[in-house]
T-cell receptor, first 114, second 109 residues
Framework: AAGVIQSPRHLIKEKRETATLKCYPI?????VYWYQQGPGQDPQFLIS???????DKGSIPDRFSAQQFSDYHSELNMSSLELGDSALYFC?????????????FGPGTRLTVT | GQNIDQPTEMTATEGAIVQINCTYQ??????LFWYQQHAGEAPTFLSY??LDGLEEKGRFSSFLSRSKGYSYLLLKELQMKDSASYLC??????????WGAGTKLIIKP
């Protein structure tokens, strides 16, 4: 079965650079979530989109922005990167219109800021 | 405030049974999830409970008591590959997931 796809899997950037992470949800899923997970920490919710509209916002810094496109893929744009942004970034998708809220996670993008 | 509590770490023996507890306090409640996460990998869905009672799925079972704000994940016939972190997450009134910090389960031969 198709799963959530994230790219790139690994990314190394320098401080103050920008990064774009991409997420392709499971086909026909209508909701996408972005999470940031530091070492030994639980996933921190950043932002979510339902049917291409922002549905919820968590602890996403102002330096970050995200959007969901017409084909349902989503991009997380990160600017003015800081060392503390080094983390695993997960994208998850779900079919909320189906009444279930199980989130299926992608493999993650490991971002290292040097 | 919203809060999820679960033990930081547990150790069990291969072939045994282990129960991982989770208590939650959320603004509204729309179900509780358990996820398994191996180090450096994505969380994978294990179970979802929205009604009181026990849900059994193979070697894994999950229990929920809404009145007590309590859930547990029961793992039977433990295998070495079950060594992972187990994350409890409750959905609040906005269906947003509130995550626990995870329980690191160490399986010993």
């Amino acid at each position: 079965a198709a799963g959530v796809i994230q790219s790139p899997r690994h990314l190394i950037k320098e401080k103050r650079e920008t990064a774009t992470l991409k997420c392709y949800p499971i086909p026909r899923h209508d909701t996408v979530y972005w999470y940031q997970q530091g070492p030994g920490q639980d996933p921190q919710f950043l932002i979510s989109f339902y049917e291409k509209m922002q549905s919820d916002k968590g602890s996403i810094p102002d330096r970050f922005s995200a959007q969901q496109f017409s084909d349902y893929h989503s991009e997380l744009n990160m600017s003015s990167l800081e060392l503390g942004d080094s983390a695993l970034y997960f994208c998850a998708s779900s079919l909320e219109s189906g009444g279930t809220y199980e989130q299926y996670f992608g493999p993650g993008t490991r971002l290292t800021v040097t | 405030g919203q809060n999820i509590d679960q033990p930081t770490e547990m150790t069990a023996t291969e072939g045994a049974i282990v129960q991982i507890n989770c208590t939650y306090q959320t603004s509204g409640f729309n179900g509780l999830f358990w996820y398994q996460q191996h180090a450096g990998e994505a969380p994978t869905f294990l179970s979802y409970n929205v009604l009181d009672g026990l849900e059994e799925k193979g070697r894994f079972s999950s229990f929920l008591s809404r009145s007590k704000g309590y859930s547990y994940l029961l793992l039977k016939e433990l295998q070495m590959k079950d060594s992972a972190s187990y994350l409890c997450a409750a959905t609040d009134s906005n269906y947003q997931l509130i995550w626990g910090a995870g329980t690191k389960l160490i399986i010993k031969p």
